[in-house]
C-alpha cells in the first residue's frame, strides 16, 4: 500500500511569506505527528494529532506555526511570516493509534531565503 | 544539556565488522527506545523499539537497554555497505502522549 506522502518536495520561499505543507498519511492510522529536522541533526517533535484534535502541541517553536487536520487524515502544517531560520526538513509521520512505529514520509526540504 | 545525547561520527568500519551505536539520555521518564534508519534525502525507517530495560535481536540488529545507566545500544553484526546510513535512537515515556525525542543521528559508513 502507499505511504506518507508529503508535498511539495521542496519549496523555495522568501522571508517574510506564508507557506503550508501537507501531508498524507498511511489510511487507517490515527496518529499523526510532525517533525522539523535540520541538517546534522535528529528530527525535532513539533506536534501530535490523535485524530482531528492536536493532543501535544509542546513542540511548536512560537506562534507562526499551526497545524490543523480537519477530517481526521490530512494535515497541513502553516508556517507565517517565514524566516531564514525556518529553513529545514519538514516530516510527517504516521501511525496506528497507542503503537510507537511511526512510519515517515520523505519530508518537505523548506528554504527560506 | 540534551535530554538525549548520541555521538554523530563519522563512524567507518570494513563490511562484515560488528558495529555498536550508542546513546545516552536524561529522563528516567523514558520507557519506550527506538532505533531509526535514515538513508540520505529520505525519512527515518523504523529498525527496532523495545519497553523498558533488557535486550532485543532481529535479525542482524541486537538492541539493549540498561536504565540503570541511561544507555542503550544498537549492535549490527556481519556489516553490509547497504548498512551505510544514518542511525537514529529514539525515546518516549510510558505516558504523557506520544511526544519522541531524537539523537542527533550517527552516520555510518560499511566500506566494501
Known amino acids: 500500500g502507499a505511504g506518507v506522502s508529503q508535498t511539495p518536495s521542496n519549496k523555495v520561499t522568501e522571508k517574510g511569506k506564508y507557506v503550508e505543507l501537507r501531508c498524507d498519511p498511511i489510511s487507517g492510522h490515527t496518529a499523526l505527528y510532525w517533525y522539523r529536522q535540520s541538517l546534522g541533526q535528529g528530527p525535532e517533535f513539533l506536534i501530535y494529532?490523535?485524530?482531528?484534535?492536536?493532543?501535544?502541541d509542546s513542540g511548536l517553536p512560537n506562534d507562526r506555526f499551526f497545524a490543523v487536520r480537519p477530517e481526521g487524515s490530512v494535515s497541513t502544517l502553516k508556517i507565517q511570516r517565514t524566516e531564514r531560520g525556518d529553513s529545514a526538513v519538514y516530516l510527517c509521520a504516521s501511525s496506528f493509534e497507542g503503537h510507537n512505529e511511526q512510519f515517515f514520509g520523505p519530508g518537505t526540504r523548506l528554504t527560506v531565503l | 544539556q540534551k535530554e538525549v545525547e548520541q555521538d554523530p561520527g563519522p563512524l567507518s568500519v570494513p563490511e562484515g565488522a560488528i558495529v555498536s551505536l550508542n546513546c545516552t539520555y536524561s529522563n528516567s521518564a523514558f520507557q519506550y527506545f527506538m532505533w531509526y534508519r535514515q538513508y540520505s534525502r529520505k525519512g527515518p525507517e523504523l529498525l527496532m523499539y523495545?519497553?523498558?530495560?533488557g535486550n532485543k535481536e532481529d535479525g542482524r540488529f541486537t538492541a539493549q537497554v540498561d536504565k540503570s545507566s541511561k544507555y542503550i545500544s544498537l549492535f549490527i553484526r556481519d556489516s553490509q555497505p547497504s548498512d551505510s546510513a544514518t542511525y537514529l535512537c529514539a525515546m518516549r515515556p510510558n505516558t504523557g502522549g506520544f511526544k519522541t525525542i531524537f539523537g542527533a543521528g550517527t552516520r555510518l559508513f560499511v566500506k566494501a
Open positions: 523495545t519497553y523498558s530495560s
Open positions: 494529532f490523535q485524530g482531528t484534535g492536536a493532543a501535544d
